[in-house]
């Protein structure tokens, strides 16, 4: 059974710092880009950050781009880094995975998985 398990979400003021994680299980990822989503209150699920099967290419969504940063350590295995962090970060943060995808279109693909979500928020 293939699970992401999202995990560092927490209430950090504006200005600070937190690292997501994301545990992959139940296969190997790694012909698989990964890459993080949020959706805040009221707004539909939106990209973030992607990264290649390699760590080798990233993308951004121009809102995070220079704030956050997203690695990975392995196969399965991926963080997101986010400094600078803004009350308009406040969002359940989502990793997902998909099959044979650049970091670049990653965003605008169907993710083959889906975590479960772990809660971001940022006080003004």
């Known amino acids: 059974q293939v699970q992401l398990v999202e995990s560092g979400g927490g209430l950090v003021q504006a200005g600070g710092s937190l690292r997501l994680s994301c545990a992959a299980s139940?296969?190997?990822?790694?012909?698989?880009?990964m890459g993080w989503f949020r959706q805040a209150p009221g707004k539909e699920r939106a990209f973030v950050a992607a990264?290649?099967?390699?760590?080798?290419?990233t993308y951004y969504a121009d809102s995070v781009k220079g704030r956050f940063t997203i690695s990975r350590a392995d196969a399965n295995t991926v963080y997101l880094q986010m400094n600078s962090l803004k009350p308009e970060d406040t969002a359940v943060y989502y990793c997902a995975a998909r099959v044979y995808t650049t970091a670049q279109t990653m965003g605008a693909s169907k993710p083959d998985y889906w975590g479960q979500g772990t809660q971001v928020t940022v006080s003004s």
């Open positions: 990264i290649s099967w390699n760590g080798g290419n």
């Open positions: 139940g296969r190997t990822f790694s012909n698989y880009a």
